[in-house]
C-alpha cells in the first residue's frame, strides 16, 4: 500500500513537471514568435503602443560599438537588435545593457533587422542577407545577392561619379507569412524562404534599392534609386504597376528614392529626392496627392503614420513635418536645424526622431513644439564645429571648412568625420515600454527614458 502511494506521488510529481516544462516551451515559442522591424510593422507605421517620454529624459544606459550605428534598433520582449558599422550584429538586454551575443559579418551593418520565427534577418554591405538564431545568435542561412554600395552620383565640381555620401542606408526586410522580402544594390527585389533562405523570386529595377519594402494585404510597395516607386505582387513577384517621380539625369541631384513607403487603408505614403512627397492608391498607382512645400528638400525619411497626419524629416529643409493624410497640406513643420534623414518613432502624444546635429528631439504630436532634446556624447567633445552650441548649423563655418575643397570624395569626408565626431543620429528610435532607444554616428547605442526610479548611473 505504502510502495503504491510512492508510486502515485512519484507520478505526479512527473506530471508536474512535464506542465512545467509544456508551459517553459510554449512561453519559449511564444517569445520566439514574436515580431519586430524597421517602423514597427510592415506597414512601416511607426507607431508605438508605449507610455510616452513626456519630459525630458535621462540615460538608462548606452553601449559602445567599433563603428557608426546608422541601423534601427527593435526590440522583442527583453532584447534589443541592431546593426553597427563595425560589421556586427548586436543583441543587448534592454534593461541592464548588457551585450548577450555579438554576430560579425563581413561589411558594415547599415540595415534594420527583421525578427520573426525565430530568427534575425538583415543585410549587410559584405552581399550577403543573414538569418540567425534569435536566441544565441548562431547562423541558420544566409544569401548572397549581386553586391551592396553606395549609389553614384555625379561629383559637382567635375562630372565624375562618385559614391553619394548620403546614402546611408541599406534596405530593410519584412517578413510576411513564410517569406522575408528585402531590396539590394544590385537592382533586384528579393523574395527567399525565411526557413530555407531559398530564393522563391526576384524582379528587377533599373538601379540600386535602399529603400525598405512595406506590405499591404498582397501587395508590396518598394521604391528605387531609379526614381520609380513600385507595386509588385507579394506571392509571386508579379508587377502590378511603376510610379516616377521627379528623375534629374543631368545633374544626380533630385534623383533617386532612399525613403520608405509607408502604407495605410490602401494608400502608400513616400518622399523623395525630388523634393516632392507622395500619397498613391496601391490598387491602381494613381496620385491620390502630390506635394512639394518642403523648401525644396530632400525627402529621405519614412513617414510615420498618425490618425489624421503623417509625421516625416526633411534634409535641407531641417525640419520636421506634419501633413495632412487627405490632402497633403502641411499642417506645422517644427525646425531641428540640422539634417533629418532619421524616420520617426510616434506614440500617442509624442514623436521622437534624430538630426545630424547629434540630438533627439521629443515632439508634441497636437502643437508640433518640441519639448525636450537629448544631446550624444559628440555634441559634448565636438571639434570639427559644424553645428553651434544650439544646434543650429553654423553655416559660416562651413564655408570656412569647405572653401578649399575641389572634388566630393574630400567633402564627404569632412562630413563623415563631422557626422562622427557631433554624434549624429541618422538612426530611427523605437519607444517600447516609456524607453526611446536609438543609434549614434558615435557608435554608441541609446536607452532614455523619463521614468525618473528605472534610471541608473
Known sequence: MK????FNQIISFLAFISILLFISSCEKIVKINKEAMFMNNKQHSGTYNSPSVSNAPLQLWKVKTGGQVISSPVIVDDMLYVGSEDHKLYAINTTSGEVKW?????GAINSTPVVSH????????????????????????KFKTGG????LVKDYYNGSFKPDFWDFYLSSAVVRDDMVYFGSSDTFVYALDIKTGKKIWQYKTEASIHSSPAIYENSLI???????VYCLDAITGYEKWIFTTGKDIKDYIWIGIQASPSVENGIAYIGSRDAKFYALNIKTGDTMWMKDE??????????????????????????????????????YATKTNAYTFSSPAIDNEMAYIGAANGRIYGINLRKGNIKWEFKTEGTKTDTIKLFDNNGVMDIKRV???TKKISDMPTLSSLYFKAFINVGAILSSPAIVDQVVYFGSSDGYVYAITDKIKSIHK
Open 118 to 141: 525565430g530568427k534575425i534577418l538583415f543585410l549587410s554591405y559584405d552581399g550577403f542577407f543573414y538569418a540567425l538564431n534569435q536566441m544565441d545568435g548562431k547562423l541558420i542561412w
Open 399 to 401: 564655408k570656412e571648412l
Open 222 to 228: 518598394i521604391g528605387s534609386w531609379d526614381s520609380n
Open 148 to 151: 551592396e554600395s553606395k549609389f
Open 294 to 331: 518642403f523648401d525644396r528638400s530632400w525627402m529621405p525619411s519614412t513617414a510615420a503614420i498618425g490618425k489624421e497626419y503623417i509625421y516625416t524629416g526633411s534634409s535641407d529643409s531641417f525640419s520636421f513635418f506634419s501633413i495632412d493624410k487627405k490632402t497633403g497640406s502641411v499642417n
Open 102 to 106: 555579438r554576430y560579425e559579418t563581413g
Open 3 to 6: 510502495s503504491k502511494l510512492i
